[in-house]
């Protein structure tokens, strides 16, 4: 069975955006794949963090995946400082890397340029990230746009370490996501959903109750004209909530067009389906949240699969690298 990987950072608030772009597809990936999904949190450490909120952050996060439908069972669900190969083999996949190609790392251009302070693993994020693909023969990952300078680099330092070694790692391949709906900010909706907090109207949270769903629909900016139609140039705010009616309903956006006559029906059926599909979600995770120890047990379980796995890449390549074995 293909294997595959993806991750996850416990930075905060989980919304609608995330669920459809990327969870939703983890839940169905793992029943086809053998998927290992991962918390991480040590990426979560290249900007300053609060202590107590990593923690509690981490440990959420683990809750919703729990709740959204990853299945122990069936996947390997894990946090990422839970197996301590991940920075032992990022210190090789440095030594393999050069500055030259971290320096020209878009992604680091883009956070370093006005930040106050830049921390060295800012810098040298994306070999951590390789590290994390390596360690369990992903053939698989699926990233976004963001990340596949990233693949890319991780692809190129697995070849050269295989060159110069021996046959160690798998070369992973970018898997072009499934088709997610874009979900766009019900406020701005020019621009992507996110838990930025100028725009908290504009972004439906996994954990909103009932009321909150439906008051941040009914106040979604719509366009002018009254014609519900699906046209994202033209009619942004009316073609988002099309868009998501259509990811939820797995049907197509201009043919859900046609079945309303105004503004407001569509966006009270938006709400009712977000709600039918979130509300279940809600439920389980508070499940969960008032019993951490068992989210605990379920974590350490993963984290020992994953641990066997990682162990077995790890002591290849330090044998490949030359590193003396312990006695």
Same mark, same amino acid.
């Given at each position: 069975?293909?294997?595959?990987? @993806? *991750?996850? +950072? ?7 955006? $995330?669920?459809? *772009? ?34 509690? $952050?981490?440990?959420?996060?683990? +809750? ?14 894990? =946090? ?17 890397? @050069? ?21 060295? *693993? ?39 370490? $295989?060159?110069?070694? %021996? ?11 499934? =088709? ?6 019900? +406020? ?48 942004? %705010?009316?073609? $988002?909530?099309? %868009?998501?009616?259509?990811? #939820? ?36 995770? #508070? ?14 379980? *993963? ?25």
């Amino acid at each position: 069975m293909t294997r595959v990987l @993806s *991750g996850i +950072q416990p930075s905060g608030d989980v919304h609608l955006g $995330n669920y459809l *772009g990327a969870l939703a597809q983890w839940v169905e990936d793992q029943h086809e794949f053998d998927s290992f999904f991962c918390v991480v949190d040590l990426h979560a450490l290249t900007v300053p963090q609060t202590p107590e909120l990593l923690r509690k $952050n981490t440990l959420e996060l683990a +809750q919703i995946l729990l709740a959204v439908g990853l299945d122990p069972d069936v996947c390997t669900l894990f =946090v990422q400082s839970h197996v301590p190969q991940h920075t032992e083999l990022a210190w090789l996949i440095q030594c393999t890397t @050069s500055y030259g190609e971290l320096s020209r790392m878009t992604q680091f251009k883009e956070k370093s340029s006005d930040a106050g302070f830049v921390s060295a *693993g800012l810098f040298t994020y994306p070999t951590l990230m390789a590290a994390d693909i390596l360690l369990y023969d992903a053939e698989r990952v699926p990233v976004g746009d963001d990340q596949r300078q990233h693949l890319e680099l991780t692809r190129d330092v697995a070849q050269r370490f $295989n060159q110069r070694y %021996g046959e160690t790692f798998v070369v992973p391949e970018a898997a072009i996501p499934r =088709v997610a709906a874009r979900v766009m900010d019900l +406020q701005h909706p020019d621009r992507k959903m996110s838990k930025s907090a100028d725009s908290p109207m504009g972004t439906v949270l996994l954990l909103d109750d009932e009321t909150s769903i439906r008051r941040k629909f009914r106040r979604a900016v719509t366009d002018s004209g009254t014609e519900v139609v699906y046209d994202p140039e033209q009619k942004p %705010g009316v073609s $988002n909530l099309l %868009g998501i009616l259509a990811a #939820l309903t797995k049907r197509d956006p201009q043919e859900l067009a046609r079945q309303f006559d105004r503004y407001a029906e569509l966006k009270d059926a938006v709400a009712d389906e977000v709600i039918h599909t979130l509300t279940p979600i809600r439920k389980r995770f #508070l499940e969960l949240h008032d019993d951490p120890e068992r989210t605990a047990k379920l974590l350490a379980v *993963g984290a020992e699969k994953a641990r066997a796995v990682a162990a077995e890449t790890m002591e290849r390549a330090k044998k490949a690298i030359g590193l003396l074995a312990a006695g």
